[in-house]
């Protein structure tokens, strides 16, 4: 069982950064591929970005290449996204989620969930 914490949401402007960080329970997070998925209004889920158990593969949707940056640090169990030039499209919840097994899932099947952080950039 793994609990994840997201932290670090809020309100900025187009251009802005933010930084989310996702902080996991247990001793065997390093155990789990995680990712970042993100949800706006009236939309479907999108996998933003993953990252092997062990940090050495990082994925990223298209939409967010060269923008954002994926990490992870296993001794102090936590996941960070490092989002850069903000836009508005950027704007949704964000869940950190994990995965049992070393390298993320095809599709967004992951099996411990956290309850989200809000991202609103505005014009």
């Known amino acids: 069982q793994v609990q994840l914490v997201e932290s670090g949401g809020g309100l900025v402007q187009t251009g802005d950064s933010l930084r989310l960080s996702c902080v996991a329970s247990g001793r065997t997070f390093g155990n789990y591929a995680m990712g970042w998925v993100r949800q706006a209004p009236g939309k479907e889920r999108e996998l933003v970005a993953a990252?092997?158990?062990?940090?050495?593969?990082?994925e990223y949707a298209d939409s967010v290449k060269g923008r954002f940056s994926i990490s992870r640090d296993n001794a102090k169990n936590t996941l960070s996204l490092q989002m850069n030039k903000l836009e508005p499209e950027d704007t949704a919840v964000y869940y950190c989620a994990a995965y049992r097994g070393c390298y993320p899932p095809r599709f967004i099947e992951y099996d411990y969930w956290g309850q989200g952080t809000q991202v609103t950039v505005s014009s």
């Open positions: 990252i092997t158990c062990v940090g050495s593969t990082k």
